[in-house]
């Protein structure tokens, strides 16, 4: 890309992995803001840059947090809702929207390891859900952007004592720490050699 990305925005910032991923970028000196629905979830001890209240489908509150950004981050989820729902990927088209607009290239987004399988071999309670990320990884593909799409396994919330592995285009491993998958989101911003993949991870397999 054309500069480092210093300013960055997260959407999704509350989340369990927006979360670890705030708090890795602006470890990392970033200049991060957040896009959030309710502040209120918010820790009082991480500090962003900026904080942006809005819905993720409301165009016009997308947009005022892309502009002046130099690349998105997108950690987008339902938490324990697995229902039929499209707002994942309708918000995406609105960051994607924004992006567009405010001239902004270098985007990663965390879906799903389960865009990798069969579908017939996704457990069932997941299948909406899925179906919903399928939709997301569409319209990337469908954009001009520079995206980099996360597919995490299983995420775990403790700590990783082992190195981890990325592989584009192909899964790895069964799980991965939420804290190497901030790193990786953060990373892969910089990451030239993942620009228009999927992303596998994981770690090695213990004999």
């Not at 970028?25 to 970033?30: D, E, L, P, Q, V």
């Not at 904080?51 to 950004?69: K, M, P, R, T, Y």
């Not at 499209?86 to 001239?103: D, R």
């Given at each position: 890309m054309e500069k480092v990305p210093k300013k960055i925005v997260i959407f999704g910032a509350t989340g369990n992995t927006g979360l670890v991923t705030t708090e890795y970028?602006?470890?990392?000196?970033?200049?991060?803001s957040v896009f959030i629905r309710d502040p209120a979830k918010l820790p009082a001890?991480?500090?962003?840059?900026?904080?942006?209240?809005?819905?993720?489908?409301?165009?016009?509150?997308?947009?005022?947090?892309?502009?002046?950004?130099?690349?998105?981050?997108?950690?987008?989820?339902?938490?324990?809702?697995?229902g039929p729902t499209?707002?994942?990927?309708?918000?995406?088209?609105?960051?994607?929207?924004?992006?567009?607009?405010?001239?902004v290239k270098r985007i990663t987004c965390c879906i799903s390891a389960f865009l990798f399988w069969e579908r017939s071999k996704v457990p069932e309670m997941y299948i909406p859900v899925t179906e919903d990320h399928e939709r997301m990884l569409n319209v990337l593909k469908a954009s001009d952007r520079e995206w980099v799409a996360l597919f995490p396994p299983h995420i775990t919330s403790e700590p990783s004592n082992q190195p981890y592995t990325l592989k584009n285009d192909k899964p790895y491993g069964r799980m991965i720490s939420k804290y190497d998958l901030a790193e990786i989101m953060?990373?892969?911003?910089?990451?030239?050699?993942?620009?228009?993949?999927?992303?596998?991870?994981?770690?090695?397999?213990?004999?």
């Open positions: 970028a602006i470890k990392n000196g970033y200049e991060v001890d991480l500090k962003p840059h900026k904080v942006f209240v809005g819905d993720v489908l409301n165009q016009e509150n997308v947009d005022s947090a892309i502009e002046g950004q130099d690349a998105v981050v997108v950690t987008l989820g339902t938490r324990t809702d697995l499209t707002v994942l990927s309708e918000g995406l088209k609105n960051i994607i929207n924004g992006m567009v607009k405010h001239h953060v990373k892969c911003l910089t990451d030239e050699e993942r620009i228009g993949h999927t992303i596998g991870m994981g770690y090695e397999p213990k004999s």
